[in-house]
C-alpha cells in the first residue's frame, strides 16, 4: 500500500511572545516592571573626587548593572563624590549626573546616559572610550517574531564595548567599520551575531531558553515562570553534550523524577523511561511521547536527536491534563528544530566511535573449573560414603576412565590450556552518526528546517548490527498575516541484523574445558553433546533481519482572526510498516534437535495512527489581569495488522528465508494474520488566570471516550485544578535577595486504559486442520465491566531562584492514588478460557524529587556550571480484588511453584522479590540444631546454605516466604558538571541508583556452577573443610539442599555511581573562522559509560545480563556554514 506522505508543522505560540506584543502597545506597564525594579536596587557607594567614568564601572561590576553612554558625555575630566548607604539606584545616578547636566533613562536591561537636552540616544553609543570611532554608518530595526518592534535591545560592535540601543520604535544607527559584525542582545531572546551592510537592516528575535523565560511546552506553549504544574525541561544545548542515536539517552540524570534505563544494550535496542515510578500493574506504565503534537506509544528510535530542540517532562496531572487518557504516567514531549530568523545556515554534525564491553565479569579457567568439578563430584561422594578415602576417589576423577571427565576435557587440564568461548563470538564495536541539516527563517514568521541523518551501529557481538537513515523537514509559512500553515515531516528506515538471544548466554557459560570448535552442532559436556546448548559460534550463521519504515507527519492550520484569538487546527499520521526475516540453517543445532531441516519465518506488521486536534484559545490581558482560554476536541485512531509465514524443510540453505516456497514439509505450513484497532474521542476545556505575575490558577477538564472499555464504561471526566504564588513578587519580599520563588499545588484525576483491544470481548482463532476449519477460544475471557484505571494525583511544588539567577532550585512532593488497576488474572481452565482483564486493586506512591542548577563561577573566561537532581518514591499495593493479601505468579509464570518475582502483596511494593531469607552457611556446630527442622526433604551438610524458619515452626515451607526487598531504588537521579574556559569547555554527566535489588540470573547460574560449564571467581573462595569461613556456599553435584537461588543469597544490591559521559570540547575563535568561511567549528572528544561503582556481580545492574553494556569512546565534529 503506498501512503501519501501528509506534511506537517506544530505552531509553537508562548506567553512570552503576548506578554511582549502588550508591552508594546501599553509601554508605561513595561517601565513600571522592569525599569522600576532596576531603578529600585539597593546600592552602596564611597567615593571621593573620582572619575565618573569609574564610578560607572565599578557600580557594573558589583551590582551586574549594565550602562551604555557616548564617548563624548563622559570622559575623564568629570570628577564626582558620592557616599551613599544602601540607597536606591534611581536616587544616587539622580545626584551624580544632576550636577553635570547629565540625565538617564532605562531601556529594556539597561541604564542609557544622555545630556538632559536631547532625547534617547542613538548614535555612537559606547559603554568605553576605549575605541576609535567607526568609519561608515549603518542602521535597522529590530522586531519579535510576531513583527513588532522590540526596544532597548542591545546592539554592540563584536568583541568591543561599542554600541547602542534601540528606541522605542526598535531603531538603531551605528557607525562601524568594513566586515563588522553586531551582537544583537536582549532579556528573554537569544543573543544573535549578524554582519553589519548598507542600506535598512531588519532583524528579528528568538525567543530564549533561559530561567524563567524559558518556553515549555504542555499541549500548548507556556513560559516556564508562568508554569504551576510539575515539568522538567531539557534544551538543545545539553542534548548535546551526549553523542547517541536514542534521545534517551541524552536526557538520562537531567530530570528529577525521571528513571531511564538502559535495559537493552543491542544495537538499535529499547530505553526503559519511568515518570515517577511504576503507577499501574501491567498495563500503561510507560510514559507516552509527544513529538511536535503527534503522540507515539513507541519506536522512538526513529527520532534523530540531531533534530531535537527541546525536551520537556510533563509529570503531574495539572501538566498531562491536556493529554488524558494517554498521560496517565506522564508525558515527553519532544520539539523539534525550526529555522530561525537570519541568513540561511547548514549545519553538518558527525562523529565516529568504537565500543567495548563495560564491565567484564571475572570467569575461572579450565583449570580451576576442573578443580570445582572435583571438589562437587567429591564432596557428593563423601556425603553418600562419608567413611571413604576422599583423596582416593580424588585420584579416580582425575584419571582416565574418570566417571567426571572426558577424555578430552582431562586433556585440557594437564596442558595447562584454557578456552573462551565469548571471544569467539565479541568484536570490537564501530559507530557512527552524520547528520548535516539547512535552516532558515524570516521576520513574518517564515521558516524552514531540513536535514538529512545516517546512522551505522555495529554491536559488541557479531552480526548483531543497526542502520537508520533518516529525512526531516519542517516548514512554517505565514500566508497572511492572520493567517499560517506549517508542515513537520520525519521519515526514517531501520535496519537490523538480529543475534539469536540465547547465543551471548550460551558463550558466556560455555566449558572452559571445552576446545573451541565452529563445527559441532552442541556443545559437550564429558564428550556427550548437550542438546540444550546450541554451538554459540555456528549459531552466529542464523540469518535474521529486520526493517521498518516509519511517517510520522503533522500539518496544521492557525488563524488569529483579532489580535489574542488563536484558531488551530492539526492532522497528524504515524505509518510504520514493519519486517522480520529469519531462516535456521539445515546443520545447526536448532534444526537438527527439532527435525525441522532448515526453518524460516517472514512476519510483517502494519500500523497507521492519525489524530485530528481542532482548538480555539483566546488571551486577553486588563491592566494585570492575564486572563487565556482553551477549548479543543479531538479523535484518535490506531491500527494495526500483522501476518506470519513459517515453513520448514528445505533442500538448501541459499534460499535463506527470501523463498518460502522452496520448503517441501508442506504439513509445517503455518499461517498466522491478525487486525485491530481501536479509537479515542477527547473534548478539553482549560483556563488559565494570572494576575501580576504573582498568582496563577490552571483550570482543566477532559471528556474522553475509549472504544477499548466496556460499552456502558467507556467514557470518563478528568479534571484537574493547579495554584501557584511567585512570592518573590510580593512587596515584602524586594528586599529579600530572592529572584524568585514560587510555591506550586496542583490536583487532578488522569485515566488509563492502554490495555489490548477487545478485552471486553471473549475472541476466537480460527485453526485449519486436515482442510477442516474449527474456531477455538484466544484464551482471554472477556469482560464487558472493564472500565477506566483512575490516577487521582496531588501535588505541591516549589521554584527558587538567588544570586542573581545562578541558584536555581525546584523541589516538588507528590501523591498518586491509583484505583481500578488493570490486571490479567488467570482463570480456571473449564470455560475454555485461562486468563481475563480486569480492574483489581489499588495502588499508592508516594515521592519526592529536588533539581539544583547553580552557576559557580560566572567570570569573563571562566565558567562553571553545576547541575544535580535526586528522587525517591514509594509504592505499595493497598488493595487487591476479593480482598485477597496476595496474588501469585500474576506475571504469567506457569507451574506450582512460587516465583520470586510477579506476585502481589498487600501493603508491599508493586515489584518485591518474594522468597526465603538466607540465615547462614551450615557449619558442623549447626548439625544439632538443624535436626529438628523439617527443610522439605532436603538434607543440610556444613557448607550448605540454610533458610530462615520466619514462623519458628522447625518446618521450611511456604509459610516462611517473606518479602525480601524489591527493585524499587531508594533514590536515584543524577549530576553534571560544565567547566568553561574561553574556547575550551569540559563536561561531565553522572548517574545513580541506590537501594534497590535485583536477581542476576548470570550471576546465580555461575555460582551455582559444579564445573560442567563456566564458573565465577567468587567460588575460588567457596567453603571446604579448611575454609570453612567462607560466605560461598560448597560445590556439589546432584539435588537434595537448596540451590542457590532458593533463598534471597544472591539477590544483588543494584546500587550503582556510573560516569555516563565525559567530553571535552574546543570551539574555534571567531578570526579563524572567518578565514574559514564558517559561522562555528567545535570539535570534541568523548568517553561514554567510562566507569561504573557498584557491587552488582553481574553484567550491569542497569542493563542486565542479556546484552553486555559498551564503553564507547566517540571523535566528533560540528561544522557550521
Known amino acids: 500500500m503506498k501512503y501519501k506522505p501528509i506534511l506537517v508543522k506544530i505552531m509553537k505560540i508562548t506567553f512570552l511572545q503576548l506578554t511582549i506584543s502588550i508591552l508594546l502597545l501599553g509601554s508605561a506597564f513595561a517601565k513600571e516592571t522592569k525599569a522600576q525594579a532596576i531603578l529600585d536596587t539597593k546600592i552602596s557607594v564611597n567615593e571621593s573626587n573620582t572619575a565618573l567614568k569609574t564610578v560607572i564601572k565599578k557600580l557594573e561590576q558589583q551590582y551586574h548593572i549594565n550602562f551604555v553612554y557616548s564617548p563624548e558625555l563622559i570622559n575623564g575630566n568629570q570628577k564626582v563624590s558620592a557616599s551613599y548607604n544602601q540607597k536606591t539606584l534611581g536616587s544616587v545616578l539622580t545626584d551624580l549626573f544632576s550636577p553635570l547636566n547629565l540625565a538617564f533613562e532605562v531601556s529594556g536591561d539597561v541604564i542609557v546616559i544622555r545630556n538632559t537636552s536631547v532625547g534617547l540616544p542613538s548614535l555612537n553609543i559606547s559603554r568605553r572610550n576605549d575605541l576609535d570611532l567607526a568609519q561608515a554608518p549603518v542602521s535597522g530595526k529590530v522586531v519579535d517574531e510576531k513583527g513588532l518592534p522590540v526596544p532597548g535591545v542591545s546592539v554592540t560592535i563584536k568583541g568591543t564595548k561599542t554600541g547602542t540601543v534601540t528606541d522605542s520604535n526598535g531603531a538603531f544607527s551605528l557607525n562601524v567599520a568594513p566586515g563588522t559584525v553586531l551582537v544583537i542582545s536582549a532579556v528573554g531572546f537569544d543573543t544573535q551575531e549578524v554582519p553589519a551592510k548598507e542600506g535598512a537592516m531588519n532583524i528579528a528575535l528568538v525567543p530564549s531558553n533561559n530561567n524563567l523565560t524559558e518556553v515549555v511546552v504542555v499541549g500548548a506553549v507556556v513560559k516556564k515562570g508562568d508554569l504551576t504544574g510539575s515539568v522538567g525541561s531539557v534544551n538543545e544545548k545539553t542534548l548535546k553534550e551526549i553523542p547517541t542515536t536514542n534521545i534517551n539517552q541524552a536526557i538520562q540524570g537531567r530530570v528529577a523524577g525521571v528513571l531511564i534505563q538502559n535495559n537493552d544494550p543491542r544495537p538499535g535496542g529499547s530505553v526503559s523511561i519511568k515518570i515517577r515510578g511504576n503507577n499501574s500493574i501491567q498495563y500503561g506504565s510507560n510514559p507516552i511521547y509527544v513529538v511536535d503534537g503527534l503522540v507515539i506509544e513507541d519506536g522512538f528510535n526513529s527520532i534523530n536527536p540531531d533534530d531535537v530542540a527541546s525536551v520537556d517532562i510533563l509529570k503531574d496531572a495539572s501538566a498531562t491534563a491536556l493529554y488524558g487518557a494517554r498521560g496517565a504516567n506522564g508525558v515527553v514531549l519532544i520539539t523539534t528544530k525550526k529555522g530561525k530568523v537570519g541568513e540561511g545556515k547548514i549545519d553538518y554534525n558527525a562523529w565516529y566511535g568504537r565500543s567495548f564491553f563495560a564491565r567484564n565479569v571475572h570467569y575461572l579457567n579450565a583449570q580451576q573449573i576442573a578443580d570445582l568439578r572435583v571438589d562437587a563430584w567429591a564432596n557428593r561422594y563423601m556425603d553418600d560414603n562419608p567413611n571413604a578415602d576422599r583423596a582416593a576417589y580424588i585420584k579416580t576423577l582425575l584419571s582416565p576412565g574418570s566417571p ?29 552518526n552524520h547528520t548535516m541539516s539547512f535552516s532558515k527563517g524570516s521576520a513574518d514568521g517564515s521558516s524552514m528546517y531540513v536535514s538529512f541523518n545516517y546512522t551505522d551501529q555495529k554491536g559488541l557481538l557479531k552480526t548483531s548490527d543497526y542502520k537508520r537513515y533518516g529525512g526531516k523537514i519542517n516548514l512554517d509559512q505565514k500566508i497572511k498575516p492572520w493567517l499560517k500553515i506549517g508542515t513537520n515531516t520525519t521519515f526514517a528506515r531501520t535496519e537490523e541484523s538480529y543475534i539469536d538471544g540465547g547465543v551471548f548466554n550460551i558463550a558466556a557459560n560455555a566449558n572452559p574445558l571445552l576446545p573451541v570448535n565452529d563445527t559441532a552442532a552442541y556443545l559437550s559436556w564429558k564428550g556427550t553433546p548437550d542438546v540444550n546448548l546450541y554451538n554459540p559460534i555456528r549459531s552466529l550463521s542464523i540469518d535474521g533481519k529486520g526493517n521498518q519504515n516509519r511517517l510520522l507527519t503533522t500539518n496544521y492550520l492557525v488563524v ?13 499520521v504515524d505509518i510504520r510498516n514493519q519486517n522480520y526475516f529469519n531462516y535456521i540453517p539445515q546443520t545447526l543445532g536448532q534444526s537438527l534437535r527439532n527435525s525441522t531441516k532448515g526453518s524460516a519465518t517472514q512476519r510483517k506488521e502494519n500500523w497507521v495512527n492519525w489524530q485530528w486536534d481542532n482548538s480555539i484559545s483566546y488571551d486577553k490581558l486588563i491592566g494585570k489581569n492575564n486572563f487565556s482560554g482553551l477549548l479543543s476536541f ?32 508442506k504439513d509445517k505450513f503455518v499461517l498466522q494474520s491478525n487486525f485491530t484497532a481501536n479509537s479515542l474521542i477527547s473534548y478539553i476545556a482549560r483556563f488559565n488566570y494570572n494576575y501580576d505575575n504573582k498568582y496563577f490558577a490552571t483550570l482543566t477538564g477532559r471528556y474522553d471516550g475509549s472504544s477499548r472499555l466496556g460499552a456502558g464504561n467507556r467514557w470518563g471526566i478528568f479534571p484537574s485544578l493547579a495554584l501557584a504564588w511567585n512570592v518573590a513578587r510580593e512587596e515584602f519580599m524586594k528586599d529579600a535577595g530572592i529572584d524568585n520563588l514560587k510555591l506550586r499545588a496542583g490536583y487532578g484525576v488522569a485515566g488509563n486504559q492502554n490495555i489490548p483491544d477487545f478485552a471486553y470481548r471473549s475472541l476466537y482463532v480460527a485453526v485449519i486442520t486436515n482442510g477442516t476449519v474449527t474456531y477455538k477460544p484466544d484464551g482471554r475471557l472477556g469482560n464487558p465491566d472493564l472500565k477506566w484505571e483512575k490516577q487521582k494525583q496531588l501535588n505541591v511544588g516549589l521554584d527558587l531562584s538567588i544570586l542573581k539567577n545562578r541558584l536555581n532550585i525546584t523541589a516538588d512532593y507528590f501523591i498518586i492514588h491509583n484505583n481500578d488497576l488493570l490486571m490479567r488474572r488467570s482463570i480456571t481452565t473449564i470455560s475454555g478460557f485461562n486468563n481475563t482483564i480486569q480492574n483489581v486493586g489499588s495502588l499508592l506512591n508516594k515521592g519526592v524529587e529536588v533539581n539544583v542548577n547553580a552557576r559557580l563561577i560566572n567570570d569573563h573566561d571562566f565558567q562553571w556550571d553545576f547541575s544535580a537532581n535526586i528522587s525517591s518514591y514509594r509504592n505499595r499495593i493497598t488493595k487487591l480484588y476479593g480482598n485477597v493479601d496476595a496474588i501469585y505468579n500474576y506475571g504469567g509464570f506457569t507451574g506450582v511453584d512460587i516465583q520470586r518475582q510477579g506476585n502481589l502483596f498487600l501493603g508491599k511494593s508493586l515489584n518485591s522479590i518474594y522468597t526465603y531469607k538466607f540465615e547462614k552457611i551450615a557449619q558442623q556446630s549447626d548439625m544439632d540444631a538443624i535436626k529438628g527442622v523439617d527443610y522439605g526433604g532436603r538434607t543440610i551438610r556444613p557448607g550448605d546454605i540454610i533458610p530462615v524458619d520466619i514462623n519458628g515452626d522447625k518446618k521450611i515451607d511456604d509459610a516462611d516466604r517473606i518479602v525480601v526487598g524489591n527493585t524499587d531504588p531508594k533514590f536515584y537521579g543524577g549530576f553534571s558538571t560544565n567547566f568553561t574556559y574561553k574556547n575550551l569547555s569540559l563536561n561531565g554527566v553522572f548517574t545513580y541508583s541506590t537501594g534497590g535489588k535485583k536477581i542476576s540470573g548470570l550471576y546465580e547460574g555461575l555460582l551455582s556452577g559444579t564445573g560442567e560449564y563456566a564458573g565465577i571467581a567468587d567460588e575460588l573462595n567457596r567453603w571446604t573443610p579448611t575454609n570453612t569461613n567462607s560466605n560461598i556456599p560448597r560445590a556439589y553435584i546432584g539435588t537434595g539442599r537448596y540451590s542457590i537461588g532458593e533463598t534471597d543469597y544472591a539477590v544483588q544490591n543494584s546500587s550503582y555511581l556510573r560516569l555516563s559521559a565525559l567530553t571535552v570540547a574546543y570551539s574555534f575563535n571567531q578570526p579563524f573562522m572567518k578565514k574559514a568561511k564558517l559561522s562555528n567549528l567545535r570539535v570534541y572528544l568523548t568517553g561514554n559509560n567510562l566507569f561504573t561503582i557498584t557491587k552488582y556481580k553481574g553484567y550491569d545492574p542497569e542493563g542486565g545480563d542479556g546484552y553486555p553494556m559498551q564503553r564507547m569512546i566517540v571523535a566528533g565534529v560540528n561544522v557550521s556554514f
Open 404 to 432: 567426571a571427565f572426558g577424555a578430552d576435557e582431562l586433556r585440557v587440564y594437564n596442558s595447562g590450556q584454557s578456552y573462551n568461548w565469548l571471544d569467539q563470538i565479541k568484536q570490537t564495536g564501530i559507530q557512527q
Open 560 to 572: 488569529n482572526p483579532i489580535p489574542g484569538l488563536n484558531i488551530r487546527s492539526g492532522f497528524s
Open 634 to 665: 479531538g479523535l484518535t485512531k490506531n491500527q494495526y495488522d500483522n501476518n506470519q509465514v513459517d515453513v520448514q524443510g528445505f533442500g538448501t540453505d541459499e534460499f535463506s528465508f527470501k523463498n518460502l516456497g522452496a520448503a517441501y514439509l
